[in-house]
């Protein structure tokens, strides 16, 4: 993990999903993608999948929102 990586905080292991702005524990399971030498971690599959076809579109102004993200999948969460 690098200590540069968006949302990561070494303190409580927990990163903050670029796609739909849940925290999310890391751990060796967590779904990650690197971008620009940076590593994102996402709560599931489907957010990584959505971020890796265009992480420009997470990255900016609107980034995490949580509003209807949709790439969340089966599970449940409560959203900033």
């Known amino acids: 993990m690098h200590p540069e990586s968006r949302g990561w ?3 409580t292991t927990t990163a ?6 849940m925290d999310v ?4 399971s967590t779904p990650t993608a690197e971008v620009d030498a940076r ?3 996402f709560c599931a ?10 992480p420009a579109s997470f990255l900016g ?4 929102s949580g509003h209807g993200c949709g790439h969340c999948g089966d ?3 409560d959203h900033h």
Request: with cysteine.
């Open 16 to 21: 903050v999903d670029p796609v739909c702005g």
């Open 61 to 64: 102004e609107k980034a995490g």
């Open 39 to 41: 590593t994102y971690y």
């Open 25 to 28: 524990e890391v751990s060796p």
């Open 9 to 11: 905080n070494p303190m």
């Open 45 to 54: 599959p489907g957010c990584r999948k959505a971020f890796v076809k265009d």
């Open 75 to 77: 599970h449940h969460h």
